[in-house]
């Protein structure tokens, strides 16, 4: 069968290893013992595109895995979904080499069974935003659940930790005892929310079921974690146990990657990369119950190698403009620029430099839409697919151009050389209106291909840091400022503020007093 036949040809092949090493400044891939530059692919119909990709220079693939597939009932793991992709996937590209996103997900099955372990929330199941909240879509490759679902089990689970302990552990077994241990050189570990480690139904104010009050007691109620005793920032004296809430359930969270990076890394002797979507500490959803507000835990871990996250998907701050535009403008009306398209900065959403200053790469998911992703059909999104509309014009303004799409690739790839940084470019066209790879065009593989070819120089570039001026951020501010459900700081009119922080005015008070001391 064609199938044993394409893994027996790795048979005789050594197992993969990979490291991140630091060298001249900034996190290196090593790929059985040769530094390579890192970028991966991966696509909604992956097979289909992978050979857009090796035309682009890249033989570095990311293919999404649901384990929910691979558990069909109790006791029961069928890898044969999984064979069968990466067989597929060898066909299309023999050289290819695999760093799969692993989805910790259960089947529905398990959550039927299971009802006294799924999360409970503060507030009523209704999404204010019904674009993301619709019936998964299933992939066809390898079965992630494409979708925000309002039924999942509690992360505090102890059956939902020990059914997947023993999936999980099964799985890396699985591929440990195959040729494909040859290919696959590293995993993205994946929970919550779209797998980016934001905790599930974080906009409903989670999670107040039995097994999250088991493991850290006291969960505050909804009052509680929306009021403030002073607007904008908590009163230690009166709300410390909320305070302290948010520091327990966020390294908890925080605790439980770890928990399974730590499986893979001993599950495989070291031999693979382990990272996940975490840090993002300059824009998260929902932030109190979604962010990633225990950092320390994760950048100060061995076993996590690298980091990753799409970059800003902030849109438009005005009323009359669609939801998928991206101008920003202040109060009086100025404009302020924008986060996507051509001239949008694509900020980052992680602390890179505190990132590679502890030795983990960093990958950025580079996922604006082509000029072969047509416009919507209608100016509000409307006139497709549910799916059609929640992706469209991901690109942001001007990237339904041919110019548009080379001048975003130049900015995206552009910042990945430079900043000594990884990415991967994520491609949805296939489940969207163009039906076909977003790269399906020699014009932009070619533009790809040229930016690999000089990230292959980056080997010999000194990526040491040249900035003068240093910002700090602090993640466990959030556990004393306000939650992003509350209303304004203040509801009553006042003085207009300026807000800063205590060690930037000592600063200024130090500069004010130094130059009166000169000027004396």
Known sequence: MPTFFALDKLRHEPPAHARVNVKNGSPRLILNGEEVYPLLAWSWGLEHSTPFFKQAGTDLLHPILGLNAAWPAPEIYDWSEYDAL??????????????PRILLDVPEWWKDEHESELIVCALPLQPEDT????????????????????????????IWRADMDNLFRAFLQYVENSPLR???????????IYGEW??????????????????????????????????????????????????????FNADLLLHFARMAKEETKNRVLCGAFYGYQLENVWIHEGGHLAPEKILNSPDIDFLASP??????????????????????????????????????????????RHGKLYFAEIDPSTFLEPPPINPDGSGGTQVEKEQCMIGGIGS??????????QRDLGRMLVSGNGGWLFDFGPALRTRKSWYADER????????????????????????????????????????????????KGGQCLDFFTRWFMDSQSRFFVSLRSRTC
């Open 86 to 99: 990466f067989v597929r996937l060898l066909a299309q590209n023999p050289d290819a080499f695999f760093l």
């Open 131 to 158: 674009r993301q909240y619709r019936a998964a879509i299933r992939s066809e490759e390898g079965g992630w659940l494409w979708g925000i679902q309002l039924r999942e089990p509690s992360l505090a689970s102890d």
């Open 182 to 192: 040859s290919r696959i050189f590293g995993y993205q570990i994946g929970c919550g």
């Open 198 to 251: 934001h905790y599930f139904m974080s906009e409903f104010v989670p999670d107040l079921s039995k097994p999250m009050q088991q493991k850290l007691g006291y969960i505050p109620d909804l009052d509680a974690r929306v009021k403030t005793t002073f607007g904008l920032l908590r009163n230690p004296e009166h709300e410390q146990p909320v305070m302290e809430y948010y520091r327990r359930f966020h390294e």
């Open 311 to 356: 970059y800003s998907y902030q849109t438009t701050n005005q009323e009359e403009r669609q939801w998928w535009e991206h101008e920003i403008y202040d109060e009086a009306g100025n404009y302020l620029g924008r986060t996507r398209g051509v001239a949008g900065d694509a900020g980052y959403r992680v602390l890179l430099e505190s990132v590679q």
């Open 400 to 409: 339904t151009t041919l110019a548009g799409t080379r001048r975003i690739l």
């Open 444 to 491: 932009i593989t070619a533009e790809v291909a040229r930016f690999v070819k000089l990230g292959e120089q980056r080997e010999r570039w000194d990526m040491r840091s040249r900035a003068q001026i240093a910002a700090v951020y602090e993640a466990k501010s959030l556990f004393a400022t306000r939650h992003w459900r509350a209303e304004a700081p203040y509801s």
